[in-house]
C-alpha cells in the first residue's frame, strides 16, 4: 500500500519560508514523478509543481516560478518543497502527490496517490 506523509507546514509571515517534505513508501519511489498540489479554502485543488524521476526535470505554476523549488531525495524516498519569499495567496492545503508516470506531469487525473495534507498559512 502506497503512503505518502507530508509535514512541514505551519504559520509563517509574508516574505518568509518554509520546507514541506513528503515521506513515501509502498513503491519504487524512483520510478515516477512526484507533484504537490494545494488547495485553498473554497477552492479547487491545483498544481504547484513536479519532478520527473531522477530529478533532472521539473516545472512550476507560474503562480509559483522563481519562489518555490521541488527536489527529491530518491535514496530516502522523499520529495521536498522549499518555499521562499511566501505570500498571503500562498495559504491553502498543500499536498504531496504519487505520478502514475515517470515524466513530470502537472494534470490531476495523471496522479494515483495522495497524502493527507499540511496546512500552510501566510500571514500578512
Known amino acids: 500500500q502506497v503512503q505518502l506523509v507530508e509535514s512541514g507546514g505551519g504559520v509563517v509571515q509574508a516574505g518568509g519560508s518554509l520546507r514541506l517534505s513528503c515521506a513515501a513508501s509502498?513503491?519504487?519511489?524512483?520510478?515516477?514523478?512526484m507533484g504537490w498540489f494545494r488547495q485553498a479554502p473554497g477552492k479547487e485543488r491545483v498544481f504547484v509543481a513536479t519532478?520527473?524521476?531522477?530529478?533532472?526535470?521539473?516545472y512550476y505554476a507560474d503562480s509559483v516560478k522563481g519562489r518555490f523549488t521541488i527536489s527529491r531525495d530518491n535514496a530516502k524516498t522523499t520529495v521536498y518543497l522549499q518555499m521562499n519569499s511566501l505570500k498571503p495567496e500562498d495559504t491553502a492545503v498543500y499536498y504531496c502527490?504519487?505520478?502514475?508516470?515517470?515524466?513530470?506531469?502537472?494534470?490531476?487525473?495523471?496522479?494515483?496517490?495522495w497524502g493527507q495534507g499540511t496546512q500552510v498559512t501566510v500571514s500578512s
Open positions: 502527490a504519487g505520478s502514475k508516470y515517470a515524466g513530470v506531469t502537472y494534470h490531476y487525473n495523471e496522479y494515483a496517490y
Open positions: 509502498g513503491r519504487t519511489f524512483s520510478s515516477y514523478a
Open positions: 519532478i520527473n524521476w531522477s530529478g533532472s526535470s521539473t
